[in-house]
């Protein structure tokens, strides 16, 4: 899966120099042709989907395929509109302004994606909404500018909405400002293909962990807070592919990263012995 940024306002940045390469994404419906359709009528689209369901490499595919920059931000709960938009700094001496990630997208055009989005601070939303509706523009304050988003901005959120509470939700007014598209695991067959193209493990030998996968995401909300990712299944055939005994890859990459609890962690691998036979 493709990384996010981390920092606080840091946003990776792609499209300058030669054109990257397409990343590799499997469609499993008509989420490709939405996401086109978004950006060719200049409209904010909302992605809900479980942790590790190849949102951000979907959205990394698209912008390739559309050949515009992409800025990722990886929200959490210290995130500010001011990390977003930008702030002024000191450097040499100067009080310098300094743009956000989305403020550069608004800028160059590009598409800004804000990964799992209601982790950050409600004064965020606030700034998205002037660039979700009719207007399309971003007020700075801070310099008094106000600007308008040229047709290739797009702006694209996501939310796993497993982990929606009351505290941590998007407001109805906000969530009406976007298309929405609803973002789950592959199918069997296809999430096999998908591990091996990722992880160079034979196809036939990514079927049954897929198969495993299926068997322990049943169990989310019984034992489980979230089931196994399509990026687990990766690093656990990319283990295996590398040389590792399969129950070790097993254990490390979709057993361990799901619970603590010892007597979970058993049954887990219970499971995975009934599984896999």
Same mark, same amino acid.
């Given at each position: 899966?493709?990384?996010?940024?981390?920092?606080?306002?840091?946003?990776?940045?792609?499209?300058?120099?030669?054109?990257?390469?397409?990343?590799?994404?499997?469609?499993?419906?008509?989420?490709?042709?939405?996401?086109?359709?978004?950006?060719?009528?200049?409209?904010?689209?909302?992605?809900?989907?479980?942790?590790?369901?190849?949102?951000?490499?979907?959205?990394?595919?698209?912008?390739?395929?559309?050949?515009?920059?992409?800025?990722?931000?990886?929200?959490?709960?210290?995130?500010?509109?001011?990390?977003?938009?930008?702030?002024?700094?000191?450097?040499?001496?100067?009080?310098?302004?300094?743009?956000?990630?989305?403020?550069?997208?608004?800028?160059?055009?590009?598409?800004?994606?804000?990964?799992? *989005? /209601?982790?950050?601070?409600?004064?965020?939303?606030? $700034? +998205?909404?002037? &660039?979700?509706?009719?207007? !399309?523009?971003?007020? =700075?304050?801070?310099?008094?500018?106000?600007?308008?988003?040229?047709?290739?901005?797009?702006? *694209? /959120?996501?939310?796993?909405?497993?982990?929606?509470? $009351? +505290?941590?939700? &998007?407001?109805?007014?906000? !969530?009406?400002?976007? =298309?929405?598209?609803?973002?789950?695991?592959?199918?069997?067959?296809?999430?096999?293909?998908? *591990?091996?193209?990722?992880?160079?493990?034979?196809?036939?030998?990514?079927?049954? &962990?897929?198969?495993?996968?299926?068997?322990?995401?049943?169990l989310k909300g019984q034992d489980l807070e979230?089931?196994?990712?399509?990026?687990?299944? *990766?690093?656990?055939?990319?283990?295996?592919?590398?040389?590792?005994?399969?129950?070790?890859?097993?254990?490390?990459?979709?057993?361990?990263?799901?619970?603590?609890?010892?007597?979970?962690?058993?049954?887990?691998?219970?499971?995975?012995?009934?599984?896999?036979?």
């Amino acid at each position: 899966m493709s990384s996010a940024a981390q920092g606080r306002g840091e946003g990776t940045h792609e499209g300058k120099g030669m054109a990257p390469a397409i990343p590799y994404y499997a469609p499993t419906g008509e989420e490709c042709t939405l996401f086109e359709q978004a950006f060719r009528n200049h409209l904010p689209l909302l992605i809900k989907g479980p942790t590790g369901c190849g949102k951000t490499r979907f959205v990394a595919h698209m912008a390739a395929r559309l050949g515009r920059p992409l800025y990722t931000v990886a929200c959490h709960d210290d995130l500010t509109a001011a990390d977003l938009t930008g702030r002024y700094l000191l450097k040499g001496g100067d009080t310098v302004w300094t743009d956000g990630p989305l403020t550069r997208a608004v800028r160059e055009g590009a598409i800004c994606y804000l990964d799992e *989005v /209601v982790e950050a601070r409600k004064d965020v939303t606030v $700034v +998205l909404h002037p &660039l979700t509706d009719h207007r !399309r523009v971003l007020p =700075l304050e801070r310099t008094g500018e106000l600007l308008e988003a040229p047709p290739g901005f797009m702006l *694209v /959120v996501s939310y796993n909405p497993g982990y929606q509470n $009351v +505290l941590k939700g &998007l407001k109805p007014s906000t !969530r009406q400002r976007f =298309l929405g598209l609803d973002f789950g695991f592959p199918p069997p067959e296809a999430e096999a293909s998908i *591990v091996a193209q990722e992880s160079g493990l034979p196809r036939d030998r990514c079927v049954p &962990l897929v198969r495993l996968a299926n068997a322990l995401r049943d169990l989310k909300g019984q034992d489980l807070e979230e089931g196994v990712s399509t990026r687990l299944l *990766v690093y656990c055939a990319a283990l295996i592919a590398a040389g590792m005994k399969p129950a070790q890859a097993i254990r490390a990459a979709m057993i361990e990263p799901l619970t603590d609890e010892p007597d979970v962690r058993q049954a887990l691998l219970r499971v995975a012995e009934i599984t896999l036979g």
